[in-house]
């Protein structure tokens, strides 16, 4: 059964920092590029970092510099790290994997920034 999970999500100031991250199984997780989406009250969903099966990474212009993306395919994981939040920030994360025409999702975590 494939599954993803996210975890890591929380209340943190401006300016702080989370770890989120994605935990993977039911599928040949280093096959698949991962990505991590954001979904804000009232706004559409948007990606904010991705990472290939190589390991190359992309990122949306809004968290370029803070936000830095890994994975490890040893344990089936892939993380977000979120550096220097804002406000902005707050919005649940989803976690996506890609593969040709397979495509999961998880659950969704919480962030939510604000002092």
């Known amino acids: 059964q494939v599954q993803l999970v996210e975890s890591g999500g929380g209340l943190v100031q401006p300016g702080g920092s989370l770890r989120l991250s994605c935990a993977a199984s039911g599928f040949t997780f280093s096959n698949y590029a991962m990505r991590w989406y954001r979904q804000a009250p009232g706004k559409e969903r948007e990606l904010v970092a991705a990472i290939t099966s190589g390991g190359s990474t992309n990122y949306a212009d809004s968290v370029k510099g803070r936000f830095t993306i890994s994975r490890d395919n040893a344990k089936n994981m892939v993380f977000l790290q979120m550096n220097s939040l804002k406000p902005e920030d707050t919005a649940v994360y989803y976690c996506?994997?890609?593969?040709?025409?397979?495509?999961?999702w998880g659950q969704g975590t919480q962030v939510t920034v604000s002092s």
């Open positions: 996506r994997a890609k593969w040709l025409t397979l495509d999961y």
